[in-house]
C-alpha cells in the first residue's frame, strides 16, 4: 500500500509558476514509477508527465512540453511538477499517481498503468 497526498497548487496568474508537490508514504517509495494528470471541469483526466522507478525517463504531454518539469527526490518521498508558463488552459484539478515496478513504460501515460491516487489539488489560472 502507498499513500499520495498532492500539494502546492492554488490561484496563479496566466505566465505565472507553481510547483506541486506528491508526497508518498507506504513501502519503498523508490519503486514506484510516478505521473501526473488533470482533469478540467467538463473535461477527461488527461496525462501531464510521468517519471520512471529510477527517475532516468520522464515523458510529457505535448501540450506542456518545455513548460513543465517532473522530478523526484526519493529521499524525501517526494515527486515535483514544475509548471512555468501557465495558461487559462492549465486550470484543472491536477493528481498524481503511483506505478508498482514491472511494467513496460510505454504504458505510463494511460490512467491503466498506475495502481495508487492521491486526492487532487485545484490549480487555477487567470487573466
Known amino acids: 500500500q502507498v499513500q499520495l497526498v498532492e500539494s502546492g497548487g492554488g490561484l496563479v496568474q496566466a505566465g505565472g509558476s507553481l510547483r506541486l508537490s506528491c508526497a508518498a508514504s507506504?513501502?519503498?517509495?523508490?519503486?514506484?514509477?510516478i505521473g501526473w494528470f488533470r482533469q478540467a471541469p467538463g473535461k477527461e483526466r488527461k496525462f501531464v508527465a510521468a517519471?520512471?522507478?529510477?527517475?532516468?525517463?520522464?515523458d510529457y504531454a505535448d501540450s506542456v512540453k518545455g513548460r513543465f518539469t517532473i522530478s523526484r527526490d526519493n529521499a524525501k518521498n517526494t515527486v515535483y511538477l514544475q509548471m512555468n508558463s501557465l495558461n487559462s488552459e492549465d486550470t484543472a484539478v491536477y493528481y498524481c499517481?503511483?506505478?508498482?515496478?514491472?511494467?513496460?513504460?510505454?504504458?505510463?501515460?494511460?490512467?491503466?498503468?498506475?495502481?495508487?491516487w492521491g486526492q487532487g489539488t485545484q490549480v487555477t489560472v487567470s487573466s
Open positions: 507506504g513501502r519503498t517509495f523508490s519503486s514506484y514509477a
Open positions: 499517481a503511483a506505478a508498482l515496478t514491472g511494467r513496460r513504460w510505454y504504458g505510463a501515460t494511460g490512467e491503466d498503468f498506475y495502481d495508487y
Open positions: 517519471i520512471s522507478w529510477g527517475g532516468g525517463t520522464t
